[in-house]
């Protein structure tokens, strides 16, 4: 399975983008899928998961509240809305997804895929 990010771009503070990942290559049926983030000088973060099967889903503490991750299993694609989107939600976005994982925070060195990053700027 490949993954591909996309939707990134420039907001201002207060505004929402909705960024999509498309699987391709396979099914991502049984799947946690997620996205992190990479702000510049800063690590890897976990912003939000969601296992395919079942639809349960997990958030970070910081944009709990104000992001919403799903999944549309008949295109395999997974999305993030972003709302109230705030200047330290700057970073690039990464899609991600464990066939057998389903905390991807914790394990987030050894996840199964990676797709390539989409960048997500908010001004103030």
């Known amino acids: 399975v490949q993954l591909q990010a996309s939707g990134g771009g420039l907001v201002q503070a207060g505004g929402s983008l909705r960024l999509s990942c498309a699987a391709s290559g396979g099914t991502v049926n049984g799947y946690t899928m997620g996205w992190f983030r990479q702000a510049p000088g800063k690590e890897r973060e976990f912003v939000a998961s969601i296992r395919w099967s079942g639809g349960i889903d997990d958030y970070a503490n910081s944009v709990r509240g104000r992001f919403s991750i799903s999944r549309d299993s008949a295109s395999n694609t997974l999305f993030l809305q972003m709302n109230s989107l705030k200047p330290e939600d700057t970073a690039v976005y990464y899609c991600?997804?464990?066939?057998?994982?389903?905390?991807?925070?914790?394990?987030?060195?050894?996840?199964?895929?990676w797709g390539r990053g989409t960048q997500v700027t908010v001004s103030s």
């Open positions: 991600v997804g464990d066939r057998r994982k389903t905390d991807l925070a914790r394990w987030f060195r050894y996840l199964e895929v």
